[in-house]
């Protein structure tokens, strides 16, 4: 048999196993994948939301600062870019509410304050 005949014989020996253990390896990287982005921590729905903010995209601040609050209820900062995001979505009665519940948690937050006097 000739050297390249040996070579394909070679390849087509080793070639299912090969394909098999990427494939579970694969599978594998994927689950990884899904569990690290299942678990977000309230920092990091918070962040996403402020850049979300900033590019005035307020339904999606505010779904992801919903879900940081459900985890971290007496979080000053997540409170008040909730109540500013629903402010600029023009849903004054719930914005009052968070600003409400930030100015509880922060008194002393000029900003929080003037928000709530506008």
């Known amino acids: 048999m000739s050297e390249v005949g ?3 014989t070679l390849r087509r020996r080793l070639t299912p196993p090969v394909h098999a253990k990427l494939k579970h390896f694969r599978i594998a990287l994927l689950a990884i994948s899904a569990v690290a982005l299942a678990v ?3 920092e990091i729905l918070y962040h996403t939301a402020l850049e979300n903010f ?3 995209r307020f339904e999606a601040s505010e779904r992801l600062l919903r879900e940081a609050i459900k985890r971290r209820p007496r979080w000053f900062e997540a409170r008040f870019l ?3 995001s629903l402010v600029s979505l023009g849903r004054a009665g719930e914005a009052v509410e968070q600003l409400e519940v ?3 948690l922060n008194p002393g937050h000029v900003d929080c ?3 709530l006097a506008a």
Request: charged share 20%; net charge positive; aromatic share 0%.
């Open 102 to 104: 930030a100015r509880s």
């Open 6 to 8: 040996q070579r394909l």
């Open 113 to 115: 304050v003037k928000l």
């Open 40 to 42: 977000e921590t309230p």
């Open 54 to 56: 900033s590019q005035q």
């Open 82 to 84: 909730l109540g500013a």
